[in-house]
């Protein structure tokens, strides 16, 4: 059976999908993201000298309250009740450590209710990112975000689902 975009009707207008039929049920999204970084910028994150302050605990805030602000800032996703949200950072040396390394993020949101989690971890981490550069920008101008992507999901009537290949927290080289 081809999949079809459900945020449309028969005409082509957007509309949010009427998710009221579904189950409730427990729901869990994980996504991660990291932003490239030089060596001068991994290690004033490391030791937490940015002109701006602690960049991972800033940017670990910022994430959290993103998947709260969700359906505020993408169209047409439901608003949710959230129950959890945990965002991790990691700095990672990349396999040069003179070129730099990776800043990691991975946020996980759960709820309990009718529709998925994986907008607020997908905006948790790309908000989470977004601090990131915003606090090392003055260093590093060079600064590159990506990839963000859901790893996993679960609940509602699909199941789990996992991304093949990823590796376990923290991400490896």
Known sequence: MARTLTHFDRA???RMVDVGAKRVTQREAVARGEVLVGPAT????????GKKGDVLAVAQLAAIMAAKRTADLIPLCH??????????LAAVDGPDPSRGGRLLIEATVRTRGRTGAEM???TAVSVGALTVYDMCKAIDR??????VRLVKKS??????????GESEWPLSE
């Open 12 to 14: 082509g207008r957007a």
């Open 42 to 49: 991994l290690e004033a994150v490391r030791r937490g000298t």
């Open 79 to 88: 608003t949710i009740g959230l129950t959890g949200v945990d965002v991790r």
């Open 120 to 122: 607020e971890a997908l």
């Open 142 to 147: 060079g600064l590159v975000i990506g990839p």
């Open 155 to 164: 609940g509602g009537k699909s199941g789990e689902w996992r991304r093949e």
